[in-house]
Structures are given as structure tokens and as C-alpha cells.
């Protein structure tokens, strides 16, 4: 018997998107809720509300995406669709990936690519043959439980303020 076959969230990017996240796949919480970043646990809203002093993980999630595009960040996963039981991307089956290649298309003035944890870093050589900056950043999923909550900020600060995207 087969997983469900399961459908990605849309990109939030647009013309002005200097630095686009790239993850892998939602997990059960942000798909129920058509959220990126939904479960309440993943660090990823608490970051990026620290490092833009803005209480983002209790926003509305409508807020939280335009607080993302007056910052010219931009979110998208790295696959389209997949099967899995559960929101490990260890049981993620049968992935199809995203047009990767279009995001020099729909954001011209993109700068880098990030990839947020390493199921998504697999990936990394479509996103190196756009001629951009790529880097790994550390899961903000709390499955990732390696790293402090303050060293996955330090490295995601790092990078976001390279390119503008967070106070230096």
C-alpha cells in the first residue's frame, strides 16, 4: 500500500525577492493549515521575527508573508509533490521537483538561494545552475534538535544580512 500523494504550497516570491528560502517539503501541520512554516514548534517565523523585531510567529499568517516580501525574501520548497506518511522528510517517496530553473524568471532581481536544512541541500546543484550564491542554513524544523535555537539564528542572520535582507 502506497503513501498519499501529496501536494506542495504554492511559491511566495515575486519580482522583488533578492533571497529566496528554498525547503524541502511541509510537513502535516503547514499543509492542514496552507502555511509555510506551520507547525508551531518549527523555529523558522521566531527567527526571522527576531531578526526583523517583529513578533511575526503571532501574527496572522497573511502579515507574516508580507513581512517576507517588504524584506525581498522570498519561500518555496524544493519539491511539488511527494508521497509520505507523517512530516519527516526521511519518509518522503516518489518526489517530483519544483521548476527551480523559472526563479531567475520570476524574480529578477534575486540575489542567492538558501536551503533550509539538508533534504532540501540535496538539491543544491539545480540551484547552483542559476549562477547564484547558494548556502545550507540549519533545519529550523524541530526536528533538528543539534542546533540551539541562538546558533540556528546566528547562521541565519548570517546569511540574510549578506544579502540585505536582515539588519546588519
Same mark, same amino acid.
Given at each position: 500500500?502506497?503513501?498519499? %500523494?501529496?501536494?506542495?504550497?504554492? #511559491?511566495?516570491l515575486d519580482a522583488d525577492t533578492r533571497l529566496i528560502v528554498l525547503g524541502s517539503f511541509p510537513g502535516v501541520a503547514s499543509? %492542514?493549515?496552507?502555511q509555510y512554516y506551520g507547525h508551531p514548534q518549527n523555529a523558522f517565523w521566531k527567527?526571522?521575527?527576531e531578526l526583523w523585531g517583529l #513578533?511575526?510567529?503571532?501574527?496572522?499568517?497573511? =502579515? !507574516?508573508?508580507?513581512?517576507?516580501?517588504e524584506h525581498g525574501l522570498g519561500l518555496w520548497d524544493?519539491?511539488?509533490? /511527494?508521497?509520505? =506518511?507523517?512530516?519527516?522528510?526521511?519518509d518522503i517517496r516518489e518526489p517530483v521537483l519544483n521548476d527551480l530553473?523559472?526563479? !531567475?524568471?520570476? /524574480? #529578477? !532581481?534575486?540575489?542567492?538561494? &538558501?536551503?533550509?536544512?539538508?533534504e532540501s541541500f540535496r538539491h543544491a546543484r539545480h540551484t547552483r545552475a542559476l549562477g547564484l550564491p547558494?548556502? %545550507?542554513?540549519?533545519?529550523?524544523?524541530?526536528?533538528? &534538535?543539534g542546533w540551539s535555537l541562538q546558533r540556528k539564528r546566528e547562521a541565519w542572520a548570517e546569511v540574510l544580512r549578506r544579502h540585505g535582507v536582515a539588519r546588519p
Open positions: 500500500m502506497s503513501e498519499p %500523494r501529496l501536494q506542495g504550497l504554492g #511559491p511566495v499543509l %492542514r493549515a496552507q527567527i526571522l521575527g #513578533p511575526l510567529a503571532q501574527r496572522p499568517y497573511a =502579515e !507574516r508573508v508580507q513581512a517576507l516580501r524544493v519539491y511539488a509533490s /511527494c508521497e509520505r =506518511e507523517g512530516s519527516l522528510d526521511s530553473a523559472s526563479l !531567475r524568471q520570476h /524574480c #529578477p !532581481r534575486l540575489e542567492a538561494i &538558501a536551503h533550509n536544512g539538508g547558494v548556502y %545550507r542554513l540549519p533545519s529550523t524544523s524541530p526536528a533538528n &534538535a
